[in-house]
């Protein structure tokens, strides 16, 4: 099982910029794609990025495209998530989350994919 602590959550304006970030550890980091997901206060858990295992594939939600960008450094276990232009309907915890299975990769980011969590880390914008 692996473990996963995210970091790098704050309070920030309208129109700025966080990078979080993801420690893996407990197996092995590069043979597992990893995803990015996010929960607003009062709504259901939504899909925000994934990374195929070597980095190679990246896909996103509609609603972030152009503004996040999912990178991981596999020689570090750590998967990254830059948000620029950050918009307050981009207020909510953050958590990263590892696929059950190694070697696959699914562009949808279907959360039934994914085996392991982390505790989530907290994003709030003001307008």
């Known amino acids: 099982q692996v473990q996963l602590v995210e970091s790098g959550g704050g309070l920030v304006q309208a129109g700025g910029s966080l990078r979080l970030s993801c420690a893996a550890s407990?197996?092995?980091?590069?043979?597992?794609?990893m995803g990015w997901f996010r929960q607003a206060p009062g709504k259901e858990r939504e899909f925000v990025a994934a990374?195929?295992?070597?980095?190679?594939?990246?896909d996103y939600a509609d609603s972030v495209k152009g503004r996040f960008t999912i990178s991981r450094d596999n020689a570090k276990n750590t998967v990254l998530l830059q948000i620029n232009n950050l918009k307050p309907e981009d207020t909510a915890v953050y958590y990263c989350?590892?696929?059950?299975?190694?070697?696959?990769?699914?562009?949808?980011?279907?959360?039934?994919?994914?085996?392991?969590w982390g505790q989530g880390t907290q994003v709030t914008v003001s307008s």
């Open positions: 990374i195929s295992w070597k980095g190679g594939i990246t």
């Open positions: 407990g197996r092995t980091f590069t043979t597992y794609s």
């Open positions: 989350a590892s696929v059950r299975t190694p070697y696959y990769y699914n562009n949808v980011g279907r959360a039934a994919d994914f085996g392991s």
